[in-house]
Every structure is written in C-alpha cells, then in structure tokens.
C-alpha cells in the first residue's frame, strides 16, 4: 500500500482515504460497483451495518463514506474515513488510530460466510445496485450530462456508466464477488492518504499494492458532429455539448473552459443568460483526464436553435482571437484562486495528490499554481483553434 | 466588542452592534488563507405583508419578490455586474434566498479588501430601472422551470402544504412565472428601503484577522442610513394544527420518493436545548445505528439512511424526514409508530450524544460552513457557540419529554412523489 501523508495544521479533523485503482472495463465495472456496497455492510468485528454505525458514533461521529468513480479510463473504488483530531477528545483517546484501524477493517477483513461473502448482503446489495440503475433517469440534468458522455464516448471505456451495467448484476453471486475481491486486492494499486495535524505516529500494516497499468486516452472523435436527441417528461429542455480538447496544454485548456464557462464572468454565461436571457444556468466543465469539455445549459425547448446558435458562435470568437485582456485575466484570477483552496479542504488536497500521482505528473499545489501563472493568452488561443464540437445531445419532452 | 470563548473547542467569537444597529459577528482563524464573508438581511420568502416604516403605510407583495430582488442587487448603475466584478477578482461570489433571510457572500484566499469594497458597495446601492428588471424575468422564470423538474422541491413544497394551512412558508421561494410578473422597480425599491436596512442586517466574518481591524475596515465601507423604526411583518395567526394528513404527486421517478413531516407547536422551550434534543430522538430512534432503520434496509423498504432536518423560525417550526422507498406509507407507518411510542434507551442517548460533540466541532473546520452557520443561527436570536455549551447539560429524562410532546399522532403528514 503507498502510504501519503498530508501533514496540516488547519482543521479540527483528519480524513483517511483509501484508494483502488483498476482499469474501466465492461466485464468489471458492475462488481466493483457492487463489491463497495458489500464491503460497508460488515467486517469480521463488525458484523453488520447496524454494528459499524454504533462504533463509527461511539467515535465521536466518526464519518465513513464509500463510493466508485471514474477517472479517464480507470474505476476508482473509494473510501473515506473522517475523525476528530485527538486534542479534541473527551477523554484523550487515540481517535485517529481507532478510525485506520476500522477503515482498513472494513475493506481488508470483511465478514465472512463459508468461504464467500455473506449471501443476504451479497442479494440485498445487488436489488439496491438494480434500483439505482433503474433511477438513472430521475435526476434529468444529471442523466443529460452522463448519456451526452455515453453518445460521445460510445465503444469506449469511458462511455461506460461507474455503477456499471443492469444485465450484468443477475450472474453475480457471493462467491464470484470473493473470489473476484481477492484477486482485485492481491493485483491492484492501493493508496492510502492521511491528512490532518497530529498524524506521526500513527501505525500502519503492510499492504501490497501493484503497479498500475498505463491505459491511454484513444478517443475517435465524431468527425461530423454526433446529434443525439431524447424525449422524456421534462419541462425545461437540457443541452449538453461534448467538445474535445487537445492531449496536451491542459493547463492552458482549464483557462480555456473557465473563459468559455467557468462562472459568472465567462462567455456562455455572459451571453445565454445575462444577453440573451435563455437561461437560468449555462456553463461548461473541464474533463480534464478524458480530454473534454462538457457545457451544460437548462433552457425552454423551442429555445434550442437559437441557443446552440449562440453557443457556437462564442467557440468561433474564441478561435478568432477574440478574447479580451479583462476576459483572460478573470479567468486565470479566478482559476489561480482555485488553486490557492485546495489545501483549504482536506478532501481536495487528497483528490489533487491522488490524481497528480495517478498521472505520474507529480506537482505540488504550488508547483501547478506557478505553471498555470506563465500561461499566456497565445497559448490560449492555440488551445482553443485545436477543440472541435464532438456531440450534441438535447434532453426534451416529446413534441 | 463583546467576546464569546469556547476552551473545549478552541475558539473565540467577536460580535459587536453598531450605532446604526448592524449586528458583526467576526470568527478569525489563525491558520487558514481562506476568508469568508457573508452579510445577510432578515428578508425571505415569507416576509410578504408588512408595514413600510416611513410612510407606515401596509403593503402586500407578490411572492418572490425577495428572490427577485436578490438577483437585481448585482447590477449597478455604472453597467457593472458585481458578481461579475468579484469573480473577476478570483473571490467566489454568490447570493441566496430562503424563507426568512437573503444572504451575499464572498470567499477566497486574495484580494478580501477589494472585495470588500465591491460588496459593501453594491448592496448598499440599489439600481433598478424598468428595462433591468424586465430583462430578469425571463432568468427567473427559467429558475422556476429548472424547479419544475425537481421531485425533491415538489416533494418539499407539498409537505409545507401539509403542514400549515395559510403560512407563507408554503410559497414557493422564487415565486411562480404569474406571480414576478407583478414585480416592478417600485416593489424592489419599497422592500430594499425596509428590509436592507442595517438594523435588520447581520454580517459574518471569518477567517485569518484582527477583529478590532476588521471591524473598523467595515465600519468604514458603511454608509449612513436615516433611522427606521422598527419593522412591522405581518403573518397570519400562528397554526396549531396541520392542514393534510397526505400529498401526492405524480412525477417521472422510478422509486418514490417521501417525507415524513411533524409540525412542531411547542413553545417556551430553549431553542438550542429543544433543537438538540430533536437531533439526539431521530438519530436514536431511527437514524443510521438504530434497530428500525437496520431492519428496513434489510427488507428492502430502504435503501440509505433517512435525512433529517428541524426548520424554524418565530412563524414555524417543524421536522421532516425524507427518504426514497418503493412503499413510502409503509415507512412512513414505522417511523410514526417508532417515534411515537419508543423512548430513548441510556446507551443510545450517550453514543448519539458523543456523535453530536464530533458534528459540531466538525463544523469549525472550515471558514465558510463557520460564517453561513453563524449567520443563520443569528437570523434566528441563537448564538452558534451556544450548541457546545448547552450539549453538555443535557439529560436523557429532557430529551424523551421533548419526544413525547412533540411526537404526535395528529401532527404528522406524509408527501410522496410517484410515478
């Protein structure tokens, strides 16, 4: 296991993160959806969930929290633990090393049963895995933005949805999803990251972690742009447009996006809403580790020409040059001070390292800020002649 | 400046009342680069019907007229766009509106003074004209449609049906498309001279400064303001029944979704000590420890843990409890029943007490939870601080009396949204 510490003395509270790192595949992307599920139910202490929330409480409200997501074409699967730093105690106990310990438990001694995982947990948490990829569709701006990523990335890993795929839960069983932990715990790249003020001397078991495949980006970009439209009951229409950026210049590629959309000074925001008054949100969110841009608009659906009409033409203006000193200034401010909060929250330290180390680039918070300081506009404007519009997908109500 | 100190969890609070009557409450912290500011005014959704105190004259408003004018704030008459001009300055900016404030903030680890200026500035300087506040209605009306498709807000909005028959905590916070199409410069301008007065202001700093400092540097940015009296808000009588036992709506969702809503009459009670106990009965009873919620889940009924809040103000006060499940009245049937009839065991009072501490500190971790917490327990007469301390003199005989009198039959509804 690589062990991070990240040493701070600005909060009240540490946070623990585990890390495991596989590639995106169709044949595994559902059981390790499912496996997350199956490990928060019980350990071989803690024998079911009910268990674990009474420790997790008797440690002053320790917080746990686990999840998947995807990152360019690797599955992360994620755990967190967050205590209350040890000077804050009631009655001076070790809080931080108690939480470690619980967190490794929880994804290394899981409970149990005849060789396999415990058989009720295993069915309990596949109906849940089915229910919650039976209401994808329930959260409408949400959806939009995963089937835009879906039309766009089709054939690829990252079309593919983290919680995985609804005819792949039905084979699964208590034994496959063991024998499948196993060999996922014994060839994976586990991190765990620690932040927090008092964290020297904690200990810590050793974990064997695997080197990390590298996997690429190979995206097939649309040479004509892809044109996807979708009837649902909804009463505002949802636009999302995929573009892609260029492998390199990411830097200059996150100035890019925050001119086009990065809040309330960007072009998108500027013109669909406060000029053109047609919608409440219009922005844009750089994918940075799958090479894309998405902007996501709410408008009425009889708006959708004339605003994708007025989308493009901000793309136009961009690789025309025309960005004014005020507009990059602004957008680099702005970015640079998002920098600046990173080691303002312990989640977001953790997430910028785990990443910078995902990707071998290695840079410290102050490291990034500085290359991101030297970006100039030419390079902004190089970056923005190098991005094409890939897919265009529109949520409505039937005509 | 009067100073409020907390040994258990290390901090110190600074709040002091101007001569104009602007109440600032200043949190520094020492080891963060991160500062934070919020400045809020006592006007929300709810604040429809008052008495103008210039003129004394009563005046009724179209619903979401506080809304409306939160978005017009930002415009000046030098065509500047404030928020524009704060994020151009790297600081994060934004504003809100609930249903007994209005809030505009900023954060950020640069440029505070700058910022500073351009806030105190703009919300001291309101400019409407009839072509600006035309211009916002159809933003808005895009935010009340972006609303529409939201089961969680109609699930919200028929549960405050349920709950009161003619409170304006039932109206939806923007309004409705009909509704801001009555609002005009005037209505903006009426309610900016009542309510944006400092006597009805709070402001919250919090983050690396010196608060004598801090509190000259505002003072300065103030601008002087002609006395008021005092701001008379009209509602209707206060409620003590419910208004429907259940609402239902139709809506495209695959797993209902439901809350589970008790309307709250007690009165005479400390707010802090009442909002504790509140806290220690749903967590005991059925949060994410407790027997009930363990065997839900494992029967399918649900799939998470249930999500809890008390809201309240002088006007209202009530608990909902929402969650997803595909047989909603069958949960909602458990926790009624639970809550009703069980009373908290020792063990559960002590653990979910102990939990409680760790939120609670959790909170002072970071400087914008700080200044948005402090600002709304201010909005309602509380001093954050106050939690940790009344925590500790809490017994298990108070929370289950709380529990009984609050926890009645005849004080529950249930709002699902279903397919």
Redo the contacts between chains.
């Keep these: 296991m690589e062990i991070t510490k990240l040493k701070t003395n600005k909060f009240k509270t540490n946070l623990c993160a585990l890390f495991i790192t596989v590639p995106l595949l169709k044949e595994t992307v559902t059981k390790n959806a499912l496996l997350v599920s199956v490990l928060r139910r019980g350990t071989e202490n803690l024998k079911s969930q009910e268990d674990i929330s009474k420790r997790l409480e008797e440690m002053y409200g320790a917080g746990f929290n686990c999840g998947v997501d995807k990152i360019g074409n690797y599955h992360i699967l994620k755990f967190f633990l967050e205590t209350i730093d040890n000077s804050y105690t009631l009655e001076k106990e070790n809080i931080l090393q108690q939480g470690i310990d619980l967190l490794l438990e929880i994804v290394f001694k899981p409970l149990l049963e005849n060789g396999a995982f415990k058989k009720e947990y295993v069915r309990q948490e596949k109906d849940n895995l089915i229910k919650i990829l039976q209401s994808r569709q329930d959260n409408k701006a949400m959806y939009a933005k995963e089937r835009c990523i879906e039309e766009m990335f089709e054939g690829e890993p990252y079309s593919l949805y983290k919680y995985g795929e609804l005819d792949k839960i039905e084979e699964i069983n208590e034994k496959s999803l063991y024998e499948y932990y196993k060999s996922l715990i014994n060839n994976s790249k586990i991190d765990l990251f620690i932040s927090g003020e008092n964290i020297d001397g904690i200990e810590l078991p050793d974990i064997k972690s695997s080197k990390l495949q590298e996997i690429k980006i190979n995206h097939v970009s649309h040479s004509k742009i892809k044109v996807v439209k979708e009837n649902l009951d909804v009463t505002q229409g949802k636009l999302i447009i995929g573009l892609n950026t260029p492998e390199n210049d990411k830097i200059a590629t996150s100035i890019y996006n925050t001119i086009l959309g990065g809040g309330a000074n960007s072009k998108l925001f500027q013109n669909v809403r406060e000029k053109a008054s047609l919608a409440y949100s219009a922005g844009s969110a750089y994918i940075r580790r799958q090479n894309t841009i998405l902007i996501q608009t709410g408008i009425e659906i009889n708006n959708y020409d004339k605003t994708l009409e007025i989308i493009k033409k901000q793309l136009q203006e961009m690789k025309n040059g025309n960005i004014t000193k005020e507009e990059f200034v602004a957008a680099k401010t702005l970015i640079m001070s998002s920098v600046n909060l990173i080691p303002e929250s312990e989640e977001d330290m953790i997430a910028y390292y785990f990443d910078q180390r995902l990707f071998d680039e290695n840079l410290t918070v102050t490291e990034y800020y500085n290359k991101l300081k030297e970006v100039t506009m030419e390079q902004v404007i190089d970056v923005a002649k190098k991005i094409s519009v890939d897919t265009i997908y529109f949520l409505k109500r039937e005509d | 400046m009067e100073i409020i100190q907390n040994d258990?969890?290390?901090e110190k609070v600074y709040i002091d009342i101007l001569d104009n009557g602007m109440k600032i409450i200043i949190i520094p912290k020492e080891?963060?680069?991160?500062k934070y500011i919020i400045w809020g005014t006592k006007f929300g959704s709810i604040d429809n019907h008052f008495i103008e105190p210039k003129t004394g004259k009563e005046i009724k408003v179209p619903d979401g007229v506080a809304h409306y004018l939160e978005h017009k704030m930002f415009e000046q008459e030098n065509g500047v766009?404030s928020?524009?001009k704060l994020?151009?300055?790297?600081?994060?900016?934004n504003a809100y509106t609930t249903n007994d404030h209005t809030a505009y903030l900023f954060g950020?680890?640069?440029n505070f003074y700058e910022g500073l200026d351009e806030l105190m500035d703009y919300v001291q300087h309101p400019y409407f004209t009839d072509e600006n506040v035309e211009?916002?209605?159809?933003?808005?009306g895009?935010?009340i449609?972006?609303y529409?498709?939201e089961?969680t807000w109609k699930l919200y909005v028929n549960m405050m049906d349920c709950l009161y028959t003619n409170n304006p905590i039932k109206l939806d916070i923007a309004g409705t498309v009909e509704s801001i199409s009555q609002i005009t410069k005037e209505t903006l301008y009426s309610c900016y001279n009542t309510f944006y007065h400092p006597s009805n202001m709070i402001m919250c700093i919090s983050g690396n400064f010196n608060p004598e400092q801090i509190l000259e540097e505002v003072k300065k940015r103030l601008l002087p303001r002609e006395k008021i009296g005092e701001i008379k808000r009209i509602y209707p009588p206060y409620e003590n029944k419910i208004n429907k036992k259940i609402k239902e709506q139709k809506?495209?969702?695959?797993?209902p979704l439901f809350i589970t809503g008790f309307r709250d009459i007690l009165e005479n009670e400390n707010k802090v000590k009442k909002q504790i106990a509140i806290e220690i009965i749903l967590?005991s009873l059925i949060?994410?420890?407790?027997?009930i919620?363990?065997e839900m889940?494992?029967e399918?009924l649900l799939?998470s843990p249930l999500d809890f809040d008390h809201e309240f103000s002088d006007e209202y006060s009530h608990i909902i409890i929402s969650g997803q499940s595909e047989n909603p009245e069958k949960v909602n049937e458990k926790i009624v029943n639970v809550l009703i009839n069980s009373e908290i065991r020792n063990e559960d009072f002590w653990?979910?007490k102990?939990?409680?501490?760790?939120?609670y500190?959790?909170e002072?971790?970071?400087v914008e939870t700080i200044g948005r917490m402090f600002l709304q327990d201010s909005i309602r007469g509380i001093n954050s601080l106050e939690y940790i301390d009344v925590f500790k003199n809490i017994d298990l005989q108070y929370v289950n009396r709380i529990k009984k009198e609050i926890f009645k039959e005849d004080m529950s509804a249930l709002s699902i949204v279903r397919k």
Excluded: C
């Design positions: 258990q969890i290390k080891n963060t680069e991160k766009d928020l524009y994020m151009s300055l790297g600081l994060d900016a950020g680890t640069n211009k916002e209605r159809g933003i808005i895009q935010e449609g972006r529409d498709d089961p809506m495209d969702v695959n797993i967590n949060g994410k420890s407790s027997k919620y363990q889940y494992n399918g799939m653990r979910s102990r939990a409680l501490y760790g939120e500190l959790s002072y971790d970071d």
